[in-house]
């Protein structure tokens, strides 16, 4: 018998998930249904799920990143590297930030909405200006760093202790490398057995959701939730595909089909860096991209590469901005206050951590900077979840297409697992 793959299999748990959730969301009032023991079941699932995959993030992002960086041999071809990452992630944030730009001028959301701003303000963090931002990336403490989920922290920490390993030398050096290699190898066995609960944890988070909103949360707001649809959309299905197409000559649907598991993941769990255990598996086992690549390219995606979040920034400031206008007329953007929030939008996907909600909170620092009134993240606060949701997915296809992109460049794709087109 055929072996039913595993996005099938997720994509099932989906289905059953919503349609349970839309069930109980109907047979309880909106007030109790959290009390139900049916969804403190879902909830309880989704939990242990989502604790499994957040425990081993940090010592997964660890250790992989340093063996990724030892895989690489020397400094020299490391700096390489880097570099060729760095400047593609920054490269498809910004097209994402135009394909964001192009669709909110010509859909318009927030022209003629009559929406009242809700006086009540969300109870929420309010993030640091710019330079704190950037100053917090170091941590002054690693191990709070870890214990807070501060990946990036950590990150900055192992690309330090990596880049000091590959200068010892001797017996040192071998112990050190076999020790790291083995604690990676461990750590890709626990991934493997998380994975095969996929299923069943993502059904209990779509049921969970929708046990909790129903369906029909966003029709006051359709227009934007469309426009952030669509932009995600050209994005994932048109420009990164063309991308990968361009430079690698391989069928970036196909790549993606074998990533999907791992999107569907991002996509239930609103989080890149918790879905990054599954990604790594996907890049390396689904689509034959070499392990030192994609364990020092896709850590690094998963926290600064977010193509999804800084599309959705620059899509709901000009919404609020549009929708501002409307309300007082006098408000008017700047050429360079425009220029200003793509900048920002680029930083803020930059900085924002791969958690749930992480863009909306730091969407504050862009209204701040251009005179916009934060109380229009409440209005948007409403339907983020399921916007959230669409974007991780976006933020990890982009990650998963970059590192396909700088693996093939570097000779580092085993053709034998999905491209080797006379095995198959
Ligand atoms: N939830 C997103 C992620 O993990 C970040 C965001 O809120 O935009 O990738």
Redesign the pocket.
Known sequence: MKRIKLHWWIILGMSIGAALGTLVHSAYPADIVETTAIYQAFKGISVIFLNLLKMIVIPLVFFSLISGMLGMGTLARLGRIGVRTFLLYITTSLLAIITGLVLVNSIRPGVGLDVAIPVEVVAREVPGSFWDVIANMIPENVVRAAAEFDLFGVIVFALLFGGFMLALEGEKKKTMVSFVEGAFDVMMRMTGFIIALAPVGIAALIARLVSSTGLNVFLDLKWYVVTVFSALGVHLLITLPLLVFLVTRRNPYRFLRAMSPALLT?FST????GTLPITLERAEHGAGISNRVASFVLPLGATIN?D??AL?EIVSVLFIAQLHAGIDPSFTLSFGQQLMIVFLGLAVSIG?????????VMMVIILQAVGLPMEYTALIWAVDRVL?MC??AV??ASDSCITLIVAHTEGQVDESVLWDRSAA
């Open positions: 991002g609103a989080s890149s860096s977010m999804g979040t959705y924002a951590a791969g958690i749930p909600h992480a863009g909306l959230d974007r991780t933020n990890i």
